[in-house]
């Protein structure tokens, strides 16, 4: 898809019949219209799912060819990642609470304050958190911590998962690739194009792990002096 028209009008075609079909799927599993037997329930919850799966590979292929472009260039907003990390919490809180997962998030005063787009640093963090979870056993804990090393303004999100090998840290940002792993759902693009969005950005995003003692993925951003 090097046309990025394209590209937008393949986008548009596919995101309104995945999005009616999703909807229509979710209403019949919920029973929202009256009772149905237990297996066509399940049946519509599957279709869902993959609807949900479907669509969030729309959604990475248009960032991908998004990010891709030649020219492309992230906005220097005035971010706090404190607040950054707990709005992500907040979105994906219930996915945790469905593994009795505990999310350990910054503090309320827990400011950080650093140069970046905001959605896409938002992005970025739901994509970080969003795979701890996926990849954390039940009933463990996910931190989110903020710090500062010199001009370097840094959010880490670590988990309690199997940890990634050292030969998987090495491909772990490519394209495609599910972190050593072939039944975890993604697209294999969220890193990859989570670690771009941090370079367009003027930071980086960099991983900490081995076999069985977790992972902990770092996004690391121009730091803020406020006066």
């Known amino acids: ?13 596919q995101r309104g019949p995945l999005s009616r079909i999703i909807a229509t799927a979710e209403t019949i599993h919920g029973q929202f219209d009256g009772p149905i ?52 919490v907040g979105l994906l809180g219930m996915k945790a609470e469905e593994k009795q997962i505990r999310i350990d998030a910054p503090k309320v005063d827990d400011k950080m304050p650093a140069t970046g787009e905001f959605r896409r640093v938002l992005q970025v963090l739901l994509n970080l958190l969003g795979n701890a979870i996926r990849y954390s056993p039940e009933n463990s804990q996910i931190w989110i911590r903020v710090d500062r090393e010199g001009d370097r303004a840094m959010v880490t999100v670590a988990d309690q998962g199997q940890g990634i090998s050292g030969e998987q840290q090495t491909v772990v940002f490519e394209k495609f690739e599910r972190l050593g792993r072939t039944d975890s759902g993604g697209s294999g693009l969220g890193l990859y194009i989570a670690r771009r969005l941090a370079r367009a950005m003027d930071g980086d ?8 003692q977790g992972a902990r993925f770092t996004l690391s951003l121009p730091a803020r002096d406020v006066g």
């Open 1 to 13: 898809m090097s046309d990025p028209q394209i590209g937008r009008r393949i986008d548009g075609a």
């Open 37 to 88: 037997r237990a297996d066509y329930a399940r049946y519509a919850g599957d279709i869902a799912h993959a609807g949900r799966h479907l669509l969030g590979l729309v959604d990475d292929l248009a960032d991908l060819q998004n990010i891709e472009r030649p020219g492309f260039k992230a906005a220097a907003d005035e971010i706090d990642l404190g607040d950054l990390a707990r709005r992500a």
């Open 205 to 212: 995003l960099t991983v900490e792990s081995a076999p069985g």
